[in-house]
């Protein structure tokens, strides 16, 4: 991995944070930078993007306040998806994760060439939203 490439990484994962660039655009400065994928560990604060020659880059992201639910609740999952996509006012990615770990959510792999994103509970249930459009 060149370090342009990691420089985009932790550039897409600041404005993800800080809230300065919404999921369509991270994910096309993402690819045009030659990523395939990346996963988001709620339980480890972490964040890793992935090269589809295996190379991988893993960075620390914010730690959520909310412990994350013993069971995962879809429905409580796809409201805040939902809220995310339209971006409703008031809308952050911090409290996206906020609400995606209160309804169980551990985390969450996005797909670049699956088009989707697949985000699992602690018990390793399993939501799969593809991509509006897809």
Do not use: N, W
Not at 22 to 27: D, K, Q, R, S, T
Not at 32 to 38: D, M, T
Not at 101 to 126: D, H, K, N, Q, W
């Amino acid at each position: 991995m060149i370090d342009d490439q990691k420089a985009v990484a932790r550039a897409c994962l600041a404005a993800a944070e800080g809230d300065t660039m919404i999921f369509p655009e991270i994910v096309g400065a993402l690819i045009a930078a030659g990523f395939e994928s990346y996963a988001v560990d709620l339980r480890r604060a972490t964040a890793t993007y992935y090269l589809p020659d295996g190379d991988s880059l893993e960075l620390p992201s914010h730690r959520v306040a909310t412990d994350i639910a013993p069971a995962f609740d879809i429905g409580r999952l796809k409201a805040a998806i939902r809220e995310a996509q339209q971006q409703v006012p008031g809308y952050t990615y911090r409290g996206f994760c906020e609400t995606a770990a209160a309804a169980g959510c551990a985390g969450y792999i996005v797909s670049f060439p699956g088009r989707r994103a697949l985000y699992f509970g602690r018990t390793a249930e399993t939501h799969v939203e593809l991509f509006p459009g897809s």
